[in-house]
């Protein structure tokens, strides 16, 4: 193994740390370059340089906020259990974006039967409702009723049809196969596909288009959240028809006491002719992907595939979160100098040395951590600390070898070559049993432990770059003046001075 | 910090000085010239002699006739802790154990009576833990959130308000699950630090068989200290009826780091064996090993006495979170050292007997 570097290589490493300190400080360079003031909240913080969104991502426990196991049960016969794991998932992420959070976490786990859910600053009083939030997915078809006079068909009221969430299999975004165009493709069960057969069929018969090529309310079949007997009692009322007729709002159905009035139409479609056989198609002019895929999302939503049953819910304050930042911070900072200042009073120049590649590896695996993201928690934090221990591990090792072949008189740049090239194979074994020790807790470990496991390992392979190539080059470098060949200054008791 | 910039006063070498001639215990006293090793020509007492002349610092130790000491020391901590682990289990934090707990600190001050008259008021299993500063930790059974929520209303009235750091809900699957993934990765990690070792130390004399000597000494050390920590902790916990020896996640993160290192210092003391079985063919296996011992003994001490001062920081000053994470890391380390210098080697040399390779 070529230890010593030529320049070339030595420019890279160097590059390797500029490029770090560019992507630790980014916030500031952003903080900077828009005027605005270095600390607190700024506008469009975090800094997104070419869709790396280079800021640390703290965990829960860190953060605030609240993290959900649900595990799902009564699956629907005959579909993949990772599909409707992953239809679960959209509904949740759905209803989720009422609530505004910044980057909700919502993951599959276990064998497609656990649903992770992690929402910074909610209490788990309003992620629990909204996730759990029933919505029912109602049909509804449209009846005279002399009385009203708003909502979108004035004249008419709906009316159930007896078509809910239950009967809707799937209902999925898709290109339109004749148009260049969006449709949403709904499926329905076979109950509700014989039930939407006999609608259509009712509907197409009611009226034709009349010369606007506009057609009569009849002809019309509208899909709702929630929507109840009270509301279409009601309709009479055009301010509360126009109010319940407006795009449906999860936020305030999930929150909705029997008094509130909410906004719970998903779609309002003319039946074009008789929909036989359980496949529809919702097409629109004005339809795109994001509306359509939202409108299916809706759709699925109403008709949440599975039951969620809570596992664990844990809910962490925000005061306490940032109390955890600044007693990590504290301990890490506290660590750091103590190891610094040991390693400086024994080992003087390499130890200073070591210290300064102490730095880099500080700022190199931040960086990493910041590209990556790695979402750093409690555990991760100590796994970060802890690799930094086994950075300086392999600093002490090789200048107690350093020391020895100083002793069995070697010339001081011999000394170095032979120490870290002895040091080597200790250094390479327990830094590769570390390593693979992370990749399988990184695999089966519970979550606390993955995300210990993750930050320990990036921070093995930085500390073997940073002791080895860094440490090792700055001594070859400092070392070429003599001036510094000093016993007194390299921490041995006596040295043969080349 | 106890290191002057003089080196004499590293704890390790107190009555050391570099150039007077030295001890080794097998090898009668000559005078000192500065190394030079050749083992063709040297005897094994003077090869001995010549490779510690360059450790002058902890050269007096003679680890290996003393074996059957360190390992009754080992014994005499670890056997209590195994005994209490299997009668008494351990303290569980509410990770392992499932419920409900709400960290909370009171606006107004009621006194730890008051809180606990209204916690057992409410008929949910509860129990109360003081933090100090009117913070307070009250478990109970696993509420649903509705329950929660009256249960919080309820002891709010009561109390006064509070400000809630932290509810945490397990129900009883997790709480398995988490025991059981982490006892399955302790395990596979286990196993494969032994492979790693049988594979890296395959090349000393002896070949595969001798590689899993080395990994097997290496395990040993290794479950040495994980039944060490968790023992101790049994005893905390159970027995003296302490906080600090609470079970919990952050636990096993200590477990783990402790396994980490234990396995790195371990590998340095079997790493300098590897080496000085190819340099110094002509010394027997014990010679080889307590050579070892002593030349790494400096570095294994220094790495972990620095971690300790880290740890004794964040055990005075850290917070409540973290003074039993900090406890854990500190005996688990101190054990780590002790078990690869004191155990993981001389055990070794006992397999090296009842099996004989070369």
């Known amino acids: 193994m070529q230890l010593v570097l030529s320049w070339p290589v030595r420019l890279i490493v160097v590059g390797i740390l500029l490029f770090s300190l560019f992507v630790d400080g980014a916030g500031y360079v952003y903080r900077i370059a828009n005027h605005y003031p270095l600390t607190g909240n700024v506008p469009g913080l975090p800094p997104n340089f070419g869709g790396w969104q280079l800021y640390i991502h703290r965990g829960l426990d860190l953060a605030g906020g609240t993290h959900i196991d649900y595990k799902l049960s009564n699956f629907p016969a005959g579909q993949s259990r990772a599909d409707v794991q992953q239809r679960t998932i959209n509904v949740i992420a759905k209803r989720v974006n009422a609530l505004g959070v910044s980057e909700p976490e919502i993951r599959g786990a276990g064998n497609n039967d656990r649903i992770t859910v992690d929402l910074a600053g909610v209490t788990a009083d309003q992620a629990q409702k909204t996730i759990g939030a029933v919505s029912r997915l109602i049909y509804t078809k449209w009846v005279k009723d002399a009385t009203v006079t708003g909502g979108p068909h004035p004249g008419y009221k709906p009316a159930f049809t007896g078509i809910t969430g239950d009967d809707i299999q799937s209902a999925t975004a898709a290109v339109d196969p004749n148009n260049v165009g969006w449709v949403v493709n709904v499926t329905f069960t076979s109950r509700g596909g014989n039930l939407f057969g006999d609608l259509t069929t009712a509907n197409v018969a009611a009226c034709q288009a009349d010369a606007n090529g506009n057609y009569c309310a009849e002809r019309f079949l509208t899909i709702w959240l929630d929507l109840n007997q009270n509301d279409i009692n009601s309709w009479s009322d055009p301010a509360y028809a126009a109010k319940v007729s407006q795009n449906y709002d999860t936020q305030c159905l999930a929150t909705a006491t029997p008094t509130t009035v909410c906004p719970k139409l998903l779609v309002d479609a003319v039946t074009q002719s008789a929909i036989l056989g359980g496949q529809a198609t919702i097409s629109g002019l004005s339809f795109t992907q994001q509306s359509t895929n939202d409108l299916a999302t809706g759709i699925n939503s109403g008709s949440l595939p599975v039951d969620l049953q809570v596992l664990d819910v844990t809910q962490i304050g925000s005061t306490l979160g940032a109390q955890s930042v600044k007693l990590s911070l504290a301990a890490g900072l506290l660590g750091l100098s103590i190891v610094v200042i040991f390693m400086i009073i024994y080992y003087r120049i390499p130890g200073l040395l070591a210290s300064l590649a102490l730095l880099f590896y500080a700022g190199a695996v931040l960086a990493v951590f910041k590209v990556v993201p790695v979402t750093l928690t409690l555990a991760g934090i100590t796994g970060f600390i802890l690799s930094v221990g086994m950075a300086v591990d392999a600093n002490v090792l090789i200048f107690e070898r350093f020391k020895e072949e100083v002793r069995s008189g070697r010339t001081i740049p011999a000394a170095v070559d032979a120490a870290v090239r002895r040091a080597w194979p200790a250094i390479r074994d327990s830094n590769t049993s570390t390593f693979i020790t992370c990749v399988i807790l990184g695999f089966v470990g519970p979550s606390q432990v993955k995300g210990f496991a993750i930050t320990l390992g990036i921070g093995v392979v930085a500390s073997l770059i940073s002791s080895i190539i860094v440490t090792h080059n700055l001594l070859a470098i400092v070392l070429t003046a003599s001036g510094l060949r000093r016993p007194a200054l390299l921490g041995v008791d006596r040295a043969r001075i080349v | ?358």
């Open chain 2, 1 to 358: 910090m106890p290191e002057s910039s003089d080196d004499s006063t590293l704890p390790v070498d107190e009555d050391d000085e570099p150039d007077e001639p030295e001890e080794v215990p097998e090898v009668p006293v000559e005078t000192a010239k500065p190394a030079s090793i050749d083992t063709a020509k040297q005897t094994p007492a003077e090869v001995v002699k010549a490779l510690s002349q360059a450790v002058p610092r902890v050269r007096r130790l003679d680890v290996i006739s003393r074996r059957n000491w360190f390992f009754l020391v080992s014994l005499v901590i670890i056997i209590p802790g195994i005994f209490f682990m299997a009668t008494r289990g351990f303290l569980l934090g509410i990770d392992f154990a499932g419920g409900t707990e709400f960290t909370v600190t009171f606006v107004t001050n009621p006194t730890v009576q008051q809180v606990q008259a209204a916690v057992a008021a409410e008929n949910i299993g509860g129990s109360v833990i003081t933090t100090g500063g009117g913070g307070y930790i009250i478990r109970a059974v696993p509420l649903a959130p509705a329950k929660q929520k009256t249960v919080e209303d309820h002891l709010q009235s009561k109390l006064g308000t509070w400000v809630l750091q932290s509810v945490l809900e397990v129900g009883g699957t997790i709480a398995g699950e988490t025991i059981e993934f982490a006892l399955l990765a302790v395990v596979l990690a286990a196993v494969a630090i032994l492979f790693l070792l049988a594979i890296r130390f395959r090349n000393v004399p002896g070949g595969w068989r001798a590689g899993f000597q080395f990994g097997g000494a290496a395990l040993a050390a290794l479950l040495h200290d994980v039944f060490l920590l968790t023992g101790i902790f049994s005893i905390l916990g159970k027995v003296l009826n302490l906080r600090i020896g609470e079970i919990d996640s952050l636990f096993v993160t200590a477990v783990l780091t402790v396994v980490g290192f234990s396995v790195h210092d371990t590998i340095v003391v079997f790493d300098r064996i590897r080496e000085n079985l190819r340099v110094s063919q002509r010394l027997s296996f014990e010679q080889v090993v307590n050579l070892s011992i002593m030349q790494t003994a400096a570095r294994s001490i220094i790495t972990s006495f620095t971690v300790v001062l880290v740890l004794a920081a964040i055990l005075i000053s850290g917070g409540d979170t973290l003074k039993g994470f900090a406890l854990a890391l500190m005996i688990g380390i101190v054990s780590g050292t002790y078990s690869s210098i004191f155990n993981a080697a001389p055990l070794l040399v006992v397999w090296r007997r009842l099996q004989p390779l070369r």
